[in-house]
């Protein structure tokens, strides 16, 4: 893969012995390992901690995996409360000795890099005294960090003092923008608490970032999930991690799934390799080289990546679409990147024009990616021609967002029932909820009388509009 090495966590490996997590994760493919500092996987304060070193460092090497610290155990510090304490806390001494242990251990494994967060702020302490408790604690860790050549990465955790992205950079220019303190991303906060994407983030940050946490998440609650479980934009984090050049480690953090680690990291491999494959990362790049390799690589899309549906609940990708649609989508907007925007709507209207039906959809679902004035008056050409067809997966293809913010009133209706004539799922038109009118219900009104006048049932999707 051009870009992040992807590795994982071993904090979901917590039901694992160290040296077989490691082992299970080569195997599986991951070329690195974010390595949590705890009771039983490297404890820093062990008194045989020179030897777990050395023998972890051998593992590691045996099996060809990089590694980052990190420095999130939950009981490690008191066994009766979880992160405690934590560089905002009272005792913020005990919190800096450990990161400065972990930094020694660093050093020592040869690790890339030592993720650390800020804590949550007590309620008996106010936000100017939180604020000095963390810059003078990370102070002090920077400079053990400065001595032994390890960079540290201050990562933003939900509900935390440095809860975003925003306040993880005021930290760190606070401190006088030093050398060896960037920003460690967790991909799944953004989508639970930053107001940009993650990979708006990723762009951010830039040459900032030196470490990459790797899950899913939802809006608003800070739950690490399996990749397709929540609302991450997996394919579009990795190519934007790709387009800003990182290329450290991105590591899988599922700490909460250790019951079934392998099959877990399995899955979360085969999710990575379909959302970014190495092919299709090279050829965005050619596009982006080349704009006029596109007409090559665009048939061939589907051969290289597969033409499987991207959820489990929508067999046909009528709603959510196919593999081979999101890739197409990726090198459409390679190509706007690019290309002037009327040298833009030329080629997608080849491409529309001469493809199959997979191409076909793959450009209607790209037009809402590229969606520019000049691009308008051709997308929607081709989303009317899409309309007149019977096929079912071009409709919904068509009926997407670019649809829905550009094609009329009228037009929009008939797709709409068309919809309903060929079983395309009224959850594949994009925004119906907002464009539907009355005169929209009157038509399916009169679809439905004339359904129920010849004794046929009247789909579920019609007696919804009707009903909404």
């Given amino acids: 893969m051009s870009g992040p090495r992807l590795g994982y966590g071993s904090n979901g490996f917590g039901d694992h012995r160290l040296p077989d997590a490691l082992a299970v994760i ?6 690195g390992v974010a390595l949590t500092l705890d009771h039983h996987h490297l404890n820093p304060f062990a008194d045989d901690l020179a030897e777990q070193v050395r023998s972890v460092r051998r593992e590691l090497g045996r099996h060809g995996l990089s590694v980052v610290v990190e ?11 979880k992160h405690h304490p934590t560089l905002v806390s009272e005792d913020v001494e005990r919190r800096v000795d450990f990161l400065r242990r972990a930094v020694r251990v660093a050093a020592d494994l040869g690790a890339e890099v030592v993720s650390f967060w800020s804590g949550v702020r007590p309620s008996d302490v106010d936000d100017e005294l939180a604020a000095g408790r963390l810059l003078d604690g990370t102070g002090r860790v920077l400079d ?43 991909v799944g906060h953004c989508v639970a608490v930053e107001a940009d994407s993650a990979a708006e983030c990723v762009r951010r940050l830039g040459p900032l970032l030196v470490h990459v946490q790797l899950d899913d ?28 050049g990182y290329s450290g480690l991105a590591a899988v953090e599922l700490p909460r799934h250790g019951h079934a680690a392998p099959v877990v990291a399995e899955r979360a491999m085969a999710a990575l390799r379909q959302a970014w494959p190495p092919w299709l990362a090279e050829a965005v790049a050619s596009v982006r080289r080349d704009p006029a390799s596109i007409g090559a690589l665009f048939p061939a899309v589907g051969r290289e990546v597969g033409r499987a549906p991207l959820r489990r609940d929508d067999p046909h990708g009528a709603v959510h679409g196919t593999v081979d649609d999101r890739a197409r989508t990726r090198l459409l907007v390679a190509l706007a990147g690019t290309a002037a925007p009327e040298a833009l709507a030329a080629e997608l209207a080849q491409l529309y024009r001469h493809g199959d039906d997979a191409e076909r959809r793959g450009v209607l679902r790209g037009l809402a990616a590229v969606d520019r004035a000049e691009v308008v008056p051709t997308g929607l050409e081709l989303v009317g021609d899409a309309l007149r067809t019977n096929d079912p997966r071009l409709v ?25 004539f060929t079983g395309v799922p009224l959850a594949a038109v994009a925004d119906w909820r907002g464009r539907r009118d009355d005169e929209l219900r009157r038509m399916v009104a009169d679809y439905a009388a004339e359904r129920r006048a010849a004794g046929r049932a009247v789909p579920a999707d019609a007696r919804t509009l009707l009903e909404s």
Avoid: N, Q
């Avoid at 420095?71 to 409360?81: I, V």
């Avoid at 990749?227 to 984090?237: I, N, R, S």
């Avoid at 293809?397 to 797709?415: E, N, S, V």
């Fill in 26 to 31: 080569a195997e599986l493919g991951y070329e």
């Fill in 144 to 186: 053990e960090a400065r001595r032994h050549g390890v960079v540290l990465g201050l990562e933003p955790e939900p509900g935390m003092v440095v809860d975003t992205v925003d306040r993880a950079l005021a930290v760190r220019e606070r401190l006088g923008d030093p050398e060896h303190l960037g920003i460690t991303l967790d």
């Fill in 396 to 420: 919904a293809a068509a009926l997407g967002p670019f649809a829905a913010r550009h094609l009329d009133d009228h037009a929009w209706r008939h797709g709409v029932l068309k919809c309903l």
């Fill in 71 to 81: 420095t999130g155990a939950r009981y490690l510090l008191d066994p009766r409360r």
């Fill in 217 to 244: 998440m939802r809006p608003g609650v800070h739950e690490h999930l399996e990749f397709g479980d929540g609302e991450l934009d997996l394919p579009a984090t990795l190519e934007a991690l790709s387009e800003v």
